[in-house]
Nanobody
């Protein structure tokens, strides 16, 4: 089991920045064996991928955040970050941290953190 705890959400004006953090823990897992990602879900919409980083550091971004968001992982802190710049009202959503075991594909989710961007 991997536990994921997000933080860093909040209310920001359009054009502003936020940094989300997600701390991963689990006695039977190594941080280096899990791929990590950020997903978001707006009211009435399906959950969608925002950015992912593999266990070896390969990153992938949704087109709608390229050039604005940056995902990174810190093995020393068992943490994955999402730096969000140039935020838009349409970025308003609950943002979820995701972890996937590279060996068996088991998937874990955090509880989510609300990001609200005002116009």
């Amino acid at each position: 089991q991997v536990q994921l705890v997000e933080s860093g959400g909040g209310l920001v004006q359009a054009g502003g920045s936020l940094r989300l953090s997600c701390i991963a823990s689990g006695s039977t897992y190594s941080f280096n064996d899990i791929a990590l990602g950020w997903y978001r879900q707006a009211p009435g919409a399906q959950r969608e991928s925002v950015a992912t980083v593999s266990s070896v550091g390969r990153v992938n971004y949704a087109n709608f955040v390229k050039g604005r968001f940056t995902i990174s992982r810190d093995g020393a802190k068992n943490t994955v970050y999402l730096q969000m710049n140039s935020l838009k009202p349409e970025d308003t959503a609950v943002y979820f941290c995701n972890a996937v075991d590279r060996w068996n594909g088991r998937t874990f989710w955090g509880q989510g953190t609300q990001v609200t961007v005002s116009s």
